[in-house]
């Protein structure tokens, strides 16, 4: 045994201290009362008023274990999309089942790839397993099949891709989807994480269901936080071929989603209604905030999903980082995208209808009082 000063305290993989600490979207300010959090793709609607009622009805048996295998839950899923139940497996979110298909494939120095601007997730799951990321260059703030591709070596295991992607709100039709599968070696793990697939009105997009069915290498992610208004809960579920459900089995823990999430889950997949009310809600509020946006001169990235990344001259006193200020001085919060690569940017998430017509008033006040 040495008494070397630098090994006294446990040290941690050298992959972990490279990893910055993912920061949620802010939703508060001192001295503020906050008005509007759209900062974090909550949808307005809330959860179903079913999924309320299905989780307040576990408060009595709180000192009981979930089932460990959320059958229930993966059957109701299974039901909903036409799935085989036994190739789902839920997690404490999506992010969970991201991190666990990280720790599952790859090994030290393995390379996982995602694109320029996506989900930030991708990167902190590569760094916690060992493995090296690496990012593809994205064309107009999209993912790009020929530029990820590019990337692709002998080392590559995992290809993570946001389709639609955060926070761009950009997609990819599911033409290209398929053919980035079709040249990624067999054993490389392609996760289409369809988070706001819900959302998507293009048809030309697939969330991966079908390729999933057909493949031994696709996985696809999925979430009850966005559309389903779960996000306290913490939810998701992956569809994958069944050998890797089994890796993944093995790996998660073994109650790793509570009972009353279940219960939720369970009330709010079946609610087609109410989620079908929230697809209605931002089926008229994104063009409209869309349209107001560009009116004022701002740069609008189309978007698919439940927000849109608005982008802001470079001119002082008008940047991103201005009418973010202004914007939380009225109790109003966007998420800034500085961490995303994209410092000129902000990303509002379509709230309600006032929340919506409150913020785009602001933004009006910010630019003209700049004018």
Same mark, same amino acid.
């Given at each position: ?6 090994? !006294?305290?446990?040290?941690? /993989? ?55 295998? !959320? ?125 706001? !697939?819900?959302?998507?009105? /293009? ?20 979430? #009850? ?37 279940? !219960? ?68 109003? #919060? ?38």
């Amino acid at each position: 045994m040495t008494n070397d000063p630098t090994n !006294a305290l446990p040290q941690p /993989r050298e992959s972990i201290m490279s990893i910055s600490p993912y920061i949620p979207g802010k939703h508060k300010a001192a001295g503020v009362a906050t008005r509007h959090r759209l900062s974090s793709n909550e949808t307005p609607l809330g959860a179903s008023p079913k999924a309320i009622a299905a989780y307040k009805a576990l408060v009595d048996s709180l000192q009981d274990y979930p089932d460990g295998a !959320a059958t229930e839950l993966r059957e109701a899923i299974g039901a909903r999309y036409g799935l085989n139940p036994d190739n789902i497996v839920c997690g404490s979110g999506s992010d969970e089942l991201l991190n666990i298909l990280a720790q599952a494939y790859l090994r030290a120095g393995d390379e996982a790839i995602y694109t320029e601007h996506g989900f930030l997730v991708y990167r902190i799951a590569t760094l916690s397993a060992g493995g090296v990321p690496v990012v593809a260059p994205e064309e107009n703030l999209t993912a790009s099949v020929d530029n990820i591709l590019a990337c692709v070596t002998d080392r590559t295991r995992i290809v993570f891709l946001a389709n639609p992607n955060n926070p761009t709100g950009t997609y990819l039709p599911f033409e290209e989807v398929r053919r980035l599968h079709r040249a990624l070696p067999t054993n490389v793990v392609l996760v289409l994480d369809a988070a706001y !697939a819900e959302y998507v009105r /293009r048809n030309d997009y697939e969330s991966g269901m079908s390729l999933v069915s057909e493949s031994g290498n696709v996985v696809m992610t999925r979430t #009850f936080s966005k559309i389903h208004g779960l996000a306290n809960l913490r939810l998701g579920w992956a569809y994958m071929p069944a050998h890797m459900a089994d890796v993944l089995n093995r790996v998660r823990g073994p109650f790793n989603v509570t009972g009353p999430a279940i !219960a939720a889950g369970i009330a709010a997949i079946r609610d087609t209604a109410w989620s079908d009310a929230a697809v209605a809600h931002n089926e008229e509020w994104l063009p409209k905030v869309t349209g107001e946006l560009e009116a004022l001169g701002l740069g609008v990235t189309p978007s698919v999903g439940n927000f849109i990344l608005i982008e802001f001259p470079e001119t002082a006193g008008r940047t991103a980082a201005d009418a973010d200020k202004h914007l939380v001085s009225q109790g109003i #919060f966007l998420r800034r995208m500085d961490g995303y690569g994209l410092p000129r940017c902000l990303r509002m998430t379509i709230g309600s209808a006032q929340a919506n017509e409150d913020t785009l008033a602001a933004l009006t006040q910010f630019l003209q009082n700049r004018g």
